[in-house]
């Protein structure tokens, strides 16, 4: 591919050090250092500035499930803008694009997940969902219902409403959160918190919290529990077996509303086209984003059951964004839809590129540094350890290894971010078994180099 005719490397990084704010960053460290600026994409590669070529690890930020440079989502974006670029479905009106959209989700989603409300992004999707169930409860005849209980290292979204049903400390430090009415127990992360138990009893202990969290606020007070079937953003952390079907029975037995937010396990991440499928729970409301429109429009939404839906329906719901199902976000993401099903491409991820990509990723699990290689479906991570067999954390300040870790991972050109010391990947879903080989070889390379740097410094 030809490079487009861009200005110098080093002006734009001037122009973005004096003018634009990054998301989730130290700016003025950034501004000093320069960020790296990607042109172009294709397939699951990046090209920068400077021509380098990266596998991305990552598919943008768990999104562009079907790879970069899908033309066809192009025209459908370009169709749709010249025949009607935008209007709302407020006040009595629809369009074709949304409501075609809500059809086809209603169609993949399992059960009587039937009904979808769109949003612009995963985070205002939750906020949707905060507002949905407590409005659900109070038309039941049950306003005191209002408590949403969710879990420490869960990750919901940067608005209040998501970074607050979110369990980051890093985000509850800042701007006052989380608002009342959301509470968090623990994770069920065992590599780091389970000491001496088996993960199965980890498992069901961490999911035993619930029910204990139920009972201390009284059910009558407990509209939903919130979680991410496989935690994304808080390192890839697969729960143990046990945990989810305990989670499953203790929903059912307080009767309180569960909420599966798929914005990363949707569309195919795991194997499944919803994370909840491949664990065998039955939310009443899943959160979706990302891989809806692998990124190439920003869309969300929720996909939400007959019953809640039937509910909220008896009255005015006072909610709902400008770009609610926006016209071309929902062409492109149908487009989306189309190439994921008519390709296969989640039965290919389940039979061939995720097993794949466990063995080869598995592999690492050798390295001195590394004290599990663990994956799900497309998403994958590293536990980095100064000692393997006690799980040992660095004495460094947590993540100041896996950010060295992180910075020879991008001097590697492959795309790897770190979540404390643990790395991740979640690449495209279409990456081939030779790019999967490519990308653990570089994995491999990094992890050599971060070790040596650890020598050198005397941290390992
Ligand atoms: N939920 C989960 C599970 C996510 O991973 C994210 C984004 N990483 C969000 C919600 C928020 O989505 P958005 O960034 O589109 O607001």
Known sequence: MTLRNTPPTAELQALDAAHHMHP???????????????????GVRLTDSDGAELIDG??????????????????????????????NTFFQTTHVPALQLAAKLAELAPGDLNHVFFAGSGSE??????????????????????????????????????GS?????????????????????????WYGEGGDMTPADFG???????????????????????????????????????????????VDKYGILLIADEVITGFGRTGYWFGSQSYGIRPHIMTIAKGLSSGYQPIGGSIICDEVAQTIGQDEFNHGYTYSGHPVAAAVALENLRILQEEDIIDRVRTHTAPHLAQAWGSLADHPLVGEA??????????????????????????????????????????????????IIAPPL??????????????????????????REGLF
């Open 58 to 87: 990552m598919a943008g930020l768990w999104c562009v499930n079907i790879g970069y440079g899908r033309h066809e989502l192009a025209e459908a974006a370009a169709r749709q803008m010249r025949e009607l670029p935008y209007y």
């Open 125 to 162: 999707a939750n906020d949707t969902n905060i507002r949905m169930v407590r409005q659900y409860w109070a038309l039941k005849g049950q306003p005191e219902r209002r408590t949403i209980i969710a879990r420490h290292n869960g990750y919901h979204g940067s608005t209040m409403g998501g």
């Open 374 to 423: 663990v994956s799900r479906g497309m998403m994958a991570s590293l536990a980095l350890t100064p000692d393997k067999a006690s799980r040992a954390r660095f004495a460094a300040d947590a993540g100041t290894v896996g950010y060295i870790c992180r910075e020879y991972s991008f001097g590697n050109n492959l795309v790897m971010r770190h979540v404390g010391d643990r790395m």
């Open 430 to 455: 279409v990456i081939s078994a030779a790019d999967i080989d490519e990308l653990v070889i570089r994995a491999r390379k990094t992890l050599d180099q971060t070790l040596d740097h650890l020598h």
């Open 204 to 250: 069901l202990a961490r999911a035993r919290q619930l029910e204990e969290k139920i009972i201390e606020l009284g059910a009558e007070n407990v509209a939903a529990f919130i979680a991410e079937p496989v935690q994304g953003a808080g390192g890839v952390i697969i729960p143990p077996e046990t945990y989810w079907p305990e989670i499953q029975r203790i």
């Open 165 to 189: 049903l979110g369990g980051m400390a890093g985000m509850h430090a800042q701007g006052g959160l989380p608002i009342p009415g959301i509470v968090h127990i623990d994770q069920p992360y």
């Open 24 to 42: 989730f960053t130290a700016n003025t460290a950034l501004g000093k250092k320069g960020a790296r600026i990607i042109t172009h994409a294709e």
